[in-house]
């Protein structure tokens, strides 16, 4: 697996969590990082990305609440998560892509990591 997310779980309305995303087998510095979330019953969709020059970008929803960041020298990316909402609950996937021309990319994506937010 290129990709191992963890760092899901269970966590109360207002609460924090920090994922993690172990990156192996190819060269991480080089790819554009992003997290995605599925909720039940929902489209996959983009939550936040990071460039190779770190360089973020964020969904509105989690703008102010979640920070991406990245590791080069371990090859990891994170992602925390504070003021937790109900609405956040999914599954978090961890993907990594490189653009070979303007049309064509390399992707890698891990098998996620739950996050249920509920009291």
């Not at 966590?11 to 979330?37: E, H, K, N, T």
């Not at 019953?41 to 983009?46: F, I």
């Amino acid at each position: 697996e290129r990709l191992v997310e963890s760092g899901g779980g269970l966590v109360q309305p207002g609460g924090s969590l920090r994922l993690s995303c172990a990156a192996s087998g190819f060269p991480f510095s080089d790819y554009i990082m992003s997290w995605y979330r599925q909720a039940p019953e929902a489209e996959r969709e983009l939550v936040a990305t990071i460039m190779s020059t770190a360089t973020t970008k964020y969904e509105d929803s989690v703008k102010g609440r979640f920070t991406i960041s990245r590791d080069n020298a371990k090859t990891t990316m994170y992602l925390q998560m504070s003021s937790l909402k109900p609405e956040d609950t999914g599954v978090y996937y961890c993907n990594a892509r490189r653009y070979l021309t303007a049309y064509d990319f390399i992707d890698y994506w891990g098998k996620g990591t739950l996050v249920t937010v509920s009291s």
